[in-house]
């Protein structure tokens, strides 16, 4: 009995030493975060915006399927890395802000409006939250614009941007082969692809890849499942 | 306000670090290496042309990153004991053989140190090879990146390596990838070396930073 109980002591301990405890699985512990790899890319007349699908508490993927790209308005998007709880709570806020912003005005609201509203809230509480957001979308003042809004609470239009855990692994590619002028064909092979080389070389990036392409005449959902994705030399 | 005059500037207590980006890559008939100048301790570039890229032999070389003294101790060592064995055998050595007296001292002290050593060269038995030996593991690889700035590059390279490029094509995909390295990782910049190593010598080539190639930079 006395020994039981300092074997159990004993087992406390080692396992407050380096968080590791048999009797309760690694996800227990863990927060729930989108892992990821998100992008988005302007065109003459629009967006395209792009995400994996994985969510990951620890090492267990709590959802293969996830739709990281969050609508906020009829022409506005926003995709969502970091904490997911945060990054939900916060795009539920500023689609309620916005919706408002927008019956007051009568008419659609800006892209810019949108970055600002998320832009507001994740400097302002920038130390409780772990959220990195692009915004992008479509409006009659300035067309199709990507604004992005890191971790920190920056905001910067681009007019291409990549976040998220996998996006370091991309920077090289996106840099060589991003133009100034492709059209929406172009855009999507081109996010199709960074995703796809993001997601072979992140863990916490995968699944499918999902896409939307917004304009003028609305939002276009695209899926790419993990068999139909590009395939490069790998090596 | 005197507390800004006395203290200290970062170099003088920052261990040295060669932070930057490494790549080798085999074609046909050989292998490119190619990497970075710059060394920093903290924020301080304490070296802004260092080379490297070391050889090991004539046409055996080793590009180095992580800590910059071990990664040149590592280097001088291996020469010495590779320099001793081809005496021993009477005849150039094997790609592999270097590479494995690399991943030997690796592997021997890998808590005490902090460098990692692409292997790559050219020899009569197989031709070009590329060996990463990141922590005391041993792999042939038909290319292999390694430093701070290769995880910028890891789509790129993944995206643009071919089997059997040519010479040229080759030590354009080397720069290409080095420069978008440098543009993206602080610790990463200066001039970029190549050394082209085949059955015919090795060639060793300096690109200084204006004659980089331009990519996407709003």
Known sequence: MAATAAALQFSAQVSSLNNYNDLHPDWTQREVSTGTTIMAVEFDGGVVMGADSRTTTGSYIANRVTDKLTPIHDRIFCCRSGSAADTQAIADAVTYQLGFHSIELDEAPLVQTAASLFRDMCYRYREELMAGIIVAGWDQRRGGQVYTVPVGGMLTRQPVSVGGSGSSYIYGYVDSNYRTGMNKEECLKFTAGALTLAMERDGSSGGVVRMAIITEKGVERQVILGNQLPQFSTV | ?218
Request: charged share 20%; glycine share 10%.
């Open chain 2, 1 to 218: 306000m005197s507390e800004e005059l006395l203290a200290e500037p970062g170099w003088l207590s920052e261990e040295v670090k060669t932070g930057t980006t490494i790549i080798a890559v085999t074609f046909d008939g050989g292998v490119v290496l190619g990497s970075d100048s710059r060394v920093s301790a903290g924020e301080s570039v304490v070296n802004r042309v260092m080379n490297k890229l070391s050889p090991l032999h004539d046409k055996i070389y080793c590009a180095l990153s992580g800590s910059a003294a071990d990664a040149q101790t590592i280097a001088e060592i291996v020469n010495y004991q590779l320099d001793v064995h081809s005496i021993e055998v009477e005849d150039d050595p094997l790609v592999c053989s270097a590479a494995t007296l690399v991943k030997n001292i690796s592997y021997k002290y890998k808590e005490e140190l902090s460098a990692h050593l692409i292997v790559a060269g050219w020899d009569r038995k197989e031709g070009g090879q590329v060996y990463a030996t990141l922590s005391g593991l041993l792999t042939k690889q038909p290319f292999a990146i390694g430093g701070s700035g290769s995880f910028y590059i890891n789509g790129f390279v993944d995206a643009e390596f071919r089997k059997n490029m040519t010479k040229t094509e080759t030590q354009e995909f080397v720069v290409n990838a080095l420069t978008l390295a440098m543009g993206r990782d602080g610790s990463s910049g200066g001039v970029a070396y190549v050394v082209t190593i085949d059955k015919d010598g090795t060639e060793e080539k300096c690109i200084l930073g204006n004659e980089l190639p331009k990519f996407f930079d709003q």
